[in-house]
């Protein structure tokens, strides 16, 4: 097949489902063309080495990549300024699309609200050509409060793309419902679970420097890595842990919007057992992992969040990592069917502290025997081979339909 690749972000950027599936498909023989932006996340600011400009594209066997220029939000950018990135992105991506994506067979879209408006325009501008998306979120990530009229633009564009689309990949179970209840036509929606990038997330035996980095002593470390964000509410688990100050130990990795109010209700806790890495390469967290005795996933509760699936999920399962979830909905279904770690609901401080003390009582050997459940389901329902097969299978499904110019 010609494949057409739309995604907001791809690598260098840690983007891996469209990096990955882009690559995948190009080595088993399809001819894949992808369009995007010019890496500049997390920090709102194009990587080094980088420079915006508009004829820039680049060539690798199978895989080509053309990458158009955008306006850039940083990582602090209000709403308008994010949708002005979305916008803009949408119209430099509709200046070349009908040109470069000529003579596709179909189209895949990684949708994020950052692509909604260029997923509803692109499709109509190449003519008849069949089109997946692949769906991550159903609302933007951190909309404030009083920035509802954006919110609504954004939404919009997305149900606007979920109409037209000829199949939808949904990354959790209960987002299709979401994605229906958005205008989709139910026989169209299928679920197909993220995977991760297995190079980087395996399992692994702790280097002496992160056991350095993550233990103090005897205790029980629980380890939240990734975002300190809004989406996440860690002050709940900050809460959890300073009741259990004696037993348990909570390593914070990474940083986000709400680190600083994280770290001052830490703080004011006299919370010494809560304690705060900074953001480390991905390189080094398979390391990281094997240092601790869980992985931490939290999701407010939002009725949004409820049909997401954090990437850290799949992180941890496929380092064979036991995780602690305090989260509603398809997180922890997935979790409590594996047997993979123990789960509560969320923003309840004191039954997560009741699972950290739990958690804290478990043997070693019982804990090992929950990593190896969550790896063996992550092979079995999640990785990258079963999600690519399962792919390339809607993919060649649509293709199908395609109609001759």
């Known amino acids: 097949m010609k494949v057409g690749i739309l995604s907001y972000h791809f690598p260098p950027e840690p983007a891996f489902i469209p990096g990955s599936l882009a690559e995948e498909l190009a080595a088993r023989g399809h001819e894949v063309r992808v369009l995007t932006g010019f890496p500049d996340y997390p920090g709102g600011q194009a990587y080094p080495g980088w420079r915006q400009r508009w004829r820039h594209e680049t060539h690798n066997d199978r895989l080509s990549v053309r990458r158009v220029p955008r306006y850039v939000a940083d990582g602090e950018a209000s709403t308008r300024a994010r949708l002005a990135s979305y916008l803009s992105f949408a119209g430099s991506a509709a200046l070349v699309a009908r040109r470069f994506l000529a003579g596709i067979d179909v189209l895949y879209v990684f949708q994020l609200p950052a692509t909604s408006f260029a997923a509803a325009s692109v499709p109509r501008l190449i003519g008849r050509v069949p089109t997946v998306l692949h769906v991550q979120d159903v609302l933007p990530e951190d909309a404030p409060p009083g920035d ?33 209840a958005a205008g989709a036509d139910p026989e169209r929606v299928s679920v197909l679970l993220n995977w991760t990038d297995e190079r980087i997330f395996h399992p692994a035996q702790p280097s002496a420097e992160a056991r350095r980095l993550v233990r103090r002593d005897g205790r029980c470390v629980v380890m939240h890595a990734g975002t300190i964000g809004a989406r996440q509410g860690l002050e709940t688990a900050v809460r959890a842990a300073a009741a259990l100050d004696s037993t348990t130990d909570l390593v914070l990795v990474g940083s986000g919007a709400d680190e600083r109010r994280v770290r001052g209700l830490a703080a004011e806790l006299r919370a010494e057992n809560v304690r705060f890495v900074e953001r480390r390469s991905p390189l080094d967290m398979s390391d990281l992992y094997a240092a601790a005795d869980y992985q931490l996933v939290m999701l407010r509760d939002l009725p949004e969040l409820r049909g997401s699936v954090p990437g850290k999920l799949q992180a941890a399962l496929s380092c064979a990592a036991p995780v602690l979830v305090s989260a509603g909905g398809d997180t922890a279904d997935l979790v409590e069917r594996a047997r993979a770690g123990l789960s509560c609901p969320p923003e309840d401080w004191a039954s997560l502290a009741d699972r950290f003390w739990l958690a804290a009582t478990i043997p070693p050997a019982a804990r090992s025997d929950m990593g190896r459940r969550g790896r063996e389901a992550y092979l079995r329902e999640m990785s990258l081979p079963a999600g690519v097969d399962r792919m390339e299978g809607l993919l060649r499904e649509v293709a199908r339909t395609r109609v001759p110019a």
């Open 148 to 180: 509802g009229r954006w919110t609504a633009r954004v939404v919009s564009a997305m149900t606007r793309a979920f109409r037209a689309a000829d199949r939808i990949a949904v990354a959790a179970p209960s987002m299709r419902d979401l994605v229906i």
